[in-house]
């Protein structure tokens, strides 16, 4: 597993807006062939849901719930994914988590918390 690092979570209130970055922590050149990147969330009592995934060739897919809300992009000469969110609800509370998808294995981040006060 390659290790990943978040950052940009932390408190906004509803109708907020935030930037979420993740990126391997370590050498480029070392990094398997990464094949998609994602977010997921998990919130307390739940379970682990995607909220947005970018192929290696750019196709994006959103979770139903934040679709026209949030956006996925990336930068491939930096191997690094980015989630912004806007007009964020406090059903979007949880432990947001950096996915990258390698050929026969998936690397994870730490998690970074997102809450959103009404």
């Known amino acids: 597993q390659v290790p990943l690092v978040e950052s940009g979570g932390g408190l906004v209130q509803a109708g907020g807006s935030l930037r979420l970055s993740c990126a391997a922590s370590?050498?480029?050149?070392?990094?398997?062939?990464?094949?998609?990147m994602g977010w997921y969330r998990q919130a307390p009592g739940r379970q682990r849901e995607l909220v947005a995934s970018?192929?290696?060739?750019?196709?994006?897919n959103y979770a139903d719930s934040v679709k026209d809300r949030f956006a996925i992009s990336k930068d491939n000469a930096k191997n690094t994914v980015y989630l912004q969110m806007n007009s964020l609800k406090p059903e979007d509370t949880a432990v947001y988590y950096c996915?990258?998808?390698?050929?026969?294995?998936?690397?994870w981040g730490q998690g970074t918390q997102v809450t959103v006060s009404s």
């Open positions: 996915n990258f998808r390698h050929i026969g294995f998936d690397s």
């Open positions: 370590r050498s480029i050149a070392s990094i398997p062939i990464i094949t998609a």
């Open positions: 970018i192929t290696r060739g750019g196709n994006m």
